[in-house]
């Protein structure tokens, strides 16, 4: 078990836990009710994944959700009204009524790049926001989730193997659930761990139990530490169940019940609360009060989405650029001296091992044109 | 005062941004120790050292989420495409990504994807294409093609400067064909202005790119006819500037839309259609195109001939729209 948490923490996670599992339950009322837009993926017996990773971050660092990582948005700042009014595409959701389900993000504040759709996009992106980090002078890492699925597309290598000719500080998470919609991940990767994959990369790897938050977060830990000496990136698989269909819509017919009942004997919630009991970490009492606060703020904050307008429809014209609504502005933390020239000893050769270095191409044009400012 | 190519101007537009703005930086397949398979790179590694002009693996939809997300931690990357026919394959994260964002989630993606595109040069079905109306129907996205070297480096540097992502297509034909001595002091070309190359009473010519010049032989050779042609070079296709092609077609009546794309689906069928839209009562003649055909650009000469529009056919069509 992790010995790094504090008591108070301990117990945090749980809430986070507790809220990510409640706020579905709600979602999923509030999709019967058609009350929906978008669909609602769930992730039933992935919380731990979800909540585990991302508590394992520092303040700063950067994540890219994917569809089902509602624990993460709700770790890294976001509000259970923010998920709902989201859901509920209503104007006063972070994307003002433009997204639905969980793709949203925050860039300034939050350090949320919001999930896209289309699988293995973000591979190459987070790659990219862990490389400006670093050009940066941030010592930040950033981290992504991919599912089994995800794992098979060409955005998801290319950015792999950026990544780790870059050594860029980006950490993976591959949640494997077993299932890419309907399709059993044996018929997606001829592997048994999809840890393996990073192999192809020359990258380190692990393979955690993803039921088990605290040993998420202790193997996230790891990972990240490691990422952030510098060491390149590292991709984390966590075995895990989908335990429900792909979305709301789907029952899942196709997964086998006998696969599901022995997921259940696995649930992140109840393997969480016997290690929360075993250690002594709360009692009956600091259950219930967890239980509380989760309901009482998806109660508020379901009357708060449930009251909040539809967005004017011509609204929908709106914002397709960005015409000085941002200022933008990188958070640099070295000197920017050390990046603008004149520069030296900077020599146009590729260093190869054991042969030395190629000879240099033709230098910068000796006059520019007036120096220009912004 | 020096002579500057195209080329040139783009290799100045880069070095004078990287100069005044570290959150510029550089992504692309052979732009550094190399300079670039045109050279457009050439001497800036060395003066702004590996972390600002990096050679990344072939990876083009790697490359172009890389730069989406630096952007998201406000850099400006530029992204060299080797050609822009290899665009295809960031085609996902140009228009599910980069096109999107703000529009989606409020999060600008001040990019820039550059490379060289057009035919001419014999390169072929995969080093000739003109990609820019794949980009040119994508909300969200900028698409800039520029004629001359002036454009190109003020329109570049417009392009870094600007908070959307911007397609910056370069016509490898104008490359080293085309010079012209540049102002010594720094200038900016505004994104989403078209120009009047040349005035004239009898129609309008709206075109762009490398097409701009076979449009101004042809008006040059009108004119000894006794037919005054107008050449608006629209230089951004999006935005489009339809204010000033609207005032030429009010000026001249008659409009002939010429490009270097092939003929469905280009640039001309959208120009028509709102011409027709909002200037019908000025037209005194059917709205015309001269394009390439609708093929892959072929090869050998005598097929790459016969398929691109020249001075030749955009003045027989201008000839037959101006005694319309």
């Not at chain 1, 993803?210 to 998420?216: C, H, L, M």
């Not at chain 1, 970490?281 to 009251?307: G, H, P």
Request: aromatic share 8%; net charge negative.
């Amino acid at each position: 078990m992790s010995t790094t948490l504090t008591r108070e923490q301990s117990l945090e996670v749980y809430y986070y836990l507790r809220l990510n599992r409640s706020l579905e339950e709600l979602l999923v009322r509030l999709f019967r009710q058609n009350k929906i837009f978008g669909g609602v993926y769930g992730s039933l017996g992935q919380e731990a994944i979800s909540v585990g990773a991302a508590y394992a971050l520092d303040p700063g660092d950067w994540i890219a959700p994917m569809i089902r990582n509602i624990g993460a948005l709700l770790v890294h700042g976001f509000r259970p009204r923010d998920i709902l009014t989201q859901h509920m595409a209503r104007a006063a959701s972070p994307t003002l009524g433009k997204e639905g389900t969980s793709h949203m993000g925050d860039l300034q504040k939050r350090h949320v790049v919001a999930p896209t759709s289309v699988l293995g996009d973000l591979i190459p992106v987070m790659t990219g926001v862990a490389m400006a980090g670093r050009y940066l002078g941030q010592k930040i890492v950033a981290m992504t989730w991919i599912g089994d699925g995800g794992t098979s597309t060409g955005a998801f290598h290319e950015g792999m193997n950026l990544a780790a000719v870059q050594q860029a500080p980006l950490i993976v998470i591959v949640e494997n659930n077993q299932w890419a919609y309907s399709t059993p991940v044996s018929r997606q990767v001829p592997l048994r761990d999809l840890a393996d994959r990073a192999r192809a990369y020359g990258i380190s790897s692990m393979t955690v139990e993803g039921n088990d938050v605290v040993a998420v977060m202790d193997t996230v830990r790891e990972a990240v530490a490691q990422a952030r000496q510098g060491r390149g990136p590292v991709l984390v698989e966590a075995k895990t169940m989908r335990m429900v269909g792909h979305a709301q819509h789907d029952s899942a017919a196709y997964v086998p019940r006998e696969m599901l009942a022995y997921w259940k004997t696995r649930d992140p919630l109840d393997l969480y609360e016997s290690h929360l009991t075993r250690n002594g970490l709360w009692d009956e009492a600091t259950r219930k009060e967890i239980e509380t606060r989760v309901q009482r703020e998806l109660s508020d904050d379901l009357a708060f989405a449930e009251d909040a307008p539809f967005p004017a429809g011509e609204s929908a014209e709106q914002g397709v650029y960005c015409q000085g609504c941002h200022t933008i502005e990188p958070m640099w933390q070295r000197p920017k001296e050390e990046l603008t020239p004149p520069r030296s000893g900077v020599q146009a050769a590729w260093a190869i091992e054991d042969f030395g270095d190629t000879k240099s191409p033709p230098a910068a044009p000796d006059s520019l044109p007036g120096k220009t400012r912004r | 005062m020096a002579q500057v190519s195209y080329l040139e101007a783009i290799r100045q537009a880069l070095f004078e941004e990287m100069d005044c703005d570290p959150s510029v930086l550089l992504l692309g397949e052979d732009i550094g120790v190399y300079g670039g398979a045109f050279q457009a790179t050439a001497g800036l590694l060395e003066r702004y050292g590996w972390e600002r002009v990096i050679d990344t693996p072939i990876s083009e939809a790697g490359i172009v989420g890389a730069a989406v997300g630096m952007s998201y931690q406000g850099l400006r990357p530029v992204v060299e495409m080797q050609f822009m026919d290899f665009i295809a394959c960031a085609f996902e994260q140009i228009v599910n990504l980069a096109a999107k964002s703000h529009y989606r989630w409020g999060a600008p993606a001040p990019l820039v994807v550059r490379g060289p595109a057009g035919g001419g040069v014999h390169g072929g079905p995969f080093h000739s294409a003109n990609p820019e109306m794949y980009f040119a129907h994508t909300p969200g996205l900028k698409v800039v093609y520029p004629a001359t070297a002036y454009d190109a480096k003020g329109l570049l540097k417009s392009a870094i400067r600007d908070n959307n992502p911007v397609i910056f297509l370069e016509h490898k034909l104008l490359y080293r064909r085309i010079k012209e001595e540049l102002p010594e002091e720094e200038y900016t070309v505004p994104l989403g202005q078209a120009v009047v190359r040349r005035p004239g009473r009898d129609l309008t010519i709206a075109t762009y790119a490398a097409m701009v010049h076979a449009s101004m032989e042809a008006a040059e050779r009108l004119a000894a006819e006794g037919i005054e042609t107008e050449v608006v070079d629209l230089r951004t296709l999006l935005p489009l500037d339809r204010q000033t092609l609207a005032a030429s077609v009010h000026r001249t009546n008659k409009l002939l839309v010429v490009h270097e794309d092939t003929r469905t689906g280009g640039m001309a069928g959208e120009i028509a259609a709102q011409i027709a839209d909002t200037s019908f009562e000025d037209l005194d003649g059917p709205i015309r195109r001269v394009t390439s055909l609708d093929t892959p650009v072929p090869l050998s000469p005598p097929l790459e001939e016969y398929f691109l529009p020249n001075a030749d056919r955009i003045a027989a069509a201008a000839r037959d729209l101006a005694r319309y």
